[in-house]
């Protein structure tokens, strides 16, 4: 891992070998308890994956189009939960072993000691990702969650990670890289996916173009950027609600259809939000939320978020969307439809 190769002209490339020799050994780490390990790539390497990354990342614009007939697969809140994305991956393959198109909706990062996982394994999430990027960047799409903010990760464990498993050095770097990742995507012009939410300032999609990158996210502001990251749903409210997290709104799904109207779209996919089920479906298959870090709250004892729950039954709205489009979702506990169930 040592052999890094320099391109030419001196700006630091890294041959698609090397990324896929990190994805192979980011991907076999296997162990309970990796995450208080020391992270196995050095600094130098970790530094030079993102600054390639970052280059990568800023070519995507801030709202991504994606137009495709291949399969896409839809990631919620990973929150350093290395074991889901492992398994992820067991389960569907991994991106560029056939079509199919990634999404990642963001908060890859963060997170406390949970039980039998150990501490989080942010470093394995962002690497991985990260190298899979460079190596397939019209198949793989990151965006930003609220968590891909520097002042929050200070707060929520992941600076705290890269100074016990790696340096501070790295954590500046990663923090560069989280500054330049793009805000939403839309699929087949019909499909608008975020991390957190609309925002009373985006009158279309396309606005969120001139949302000009990298920057940096201030977790007590306001505005378009915020709600993108921060806003939440809800079937109980109309209009646009303060966000009981302090940031950004809550909106209405009377909102969220006039906004899909107006705009020729007919669903959003966003993540941010815990699931029991590890999704939820409001309206007429019209909002839903992914979250793919399972059993998220176990340590805390939350009752009724095991992560044992099949898909069946629950998954009807979802269905709907994936039968009428190429759109395919996974959720922490199974798989949308054509897939047997699945239990971690
Ligand atoms: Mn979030």
Same mark, same amino acid.
């Given at each position: *891992? ?21 994805? %192979?050994?980011?991907? #076999?780490?296997?162990?309970?308890? #990796? ?15 993102? /600054? ?12 991504? %189009? ?10 919620? @809140? ?31 990062? @963060? ?6 996982? /150990?501490?989080? *394994? ?14 397939? $960047? ?21 600076? /705290? ?26 699929? !087949? ?6 991390? /957190?939410?609309?925002? $009373? ?16 996210? !201030? ?12 806003? @939440? ?14 940031? #950004? ?12 109207? @107006? !705009? ?19 309206? !007429? ?12 709250? %176990? ?32 959720? #922490? ?12």
């Amino acid at each position: *891992m040592l052999d890094w190769l320099l391109g030419l002209g001196g700006s630091p490339k890294i041959r698609p070998k090397h990324l896929q020799d990190i994805v %192979e050994q980011l991907l #076999s780490q296997q162990r309970p308890g #990796s995450g208080e390990q020391p992270f196995p790539l050095n600094e130098r390497e970790l530094k030079r994956l993102c /600054g390639a990354a970052k280059e990568v990342l800023l070519k995507d614009p801030s709202l991504v %189009e994606l137009r495709t007939d291949a399969q896409v697969v839809v990631v919620g @809140d990973l929150h350093g939960q290395y074991q889901d994305l492992q398994r992820i991956f067991e389960r569907l393959g991994r991106p560029g072993s056939d079509p199919k198109v990634w999404v990642f909706l963001g908060d890859y990062i @963060d997170g406390v000691r949970r039980g039998m996982r /150990g501490w989080p *394994m942010g470093l394995e999430i962002v690497a991985t990702l990260l190298a899979l990027k460079l190596r397939h $960047p019209t198949q793989v799409f990151m965006l930003r969650g609220n968590h891909e903010c520097s002042e929050i990760t200070v707060l929520f464990g992941f600076c /705290g990670e890269c100074q016990r498993r790696s340096t501070l050095a790295v954590w500046e770097a990663v923090m560069q890289v989280f500054d330049a990742l793009p805000l939403a995507a839309q699929l !087949n012009g019909s499909v608008f996916l975020c991390h /957190g939410g609309i925002s $009373p300032h985006l009158k279309r999609p396309q606005d969120i173009n001139e949302i000009r990158r990298p920057l940096d996210v !201030n977790p007590n502001g306001e505005g378009l950027l915020c709600d993108l990251l921060w806003a @939440d749903p809800s079937a109980n409210i109309s209009g646009w609600c303060p966000n009981p997290r302090g940031v #950004s709104y809550v909106f209405g799904l009377d909102v969220a259809q006039r906004w899909m109207r @107006d !705009n020729g779209l007919r669903a959003i996919v966003r993540a941010h939000m815990v699931q029991q089920t590890g999704f939820e479906v409001l309206g !007429n298959n019209e909002v839903m939320t992914v979250f793919s870090a399972a059993d998220y709250r %176990e340590s805390g004892g939350w009752p009724g978020l095991a992560l044992d729950v099949g898909p069946v039954g629950t998954g009807a709205g979802v269905k709907a969307l994936a039968a009428s489009q190429p759109c395919w979702m996974f959720w #922490s506990t199974g798989w949308l439809p054509g897939c047997a169930g699945w239990r971690g």
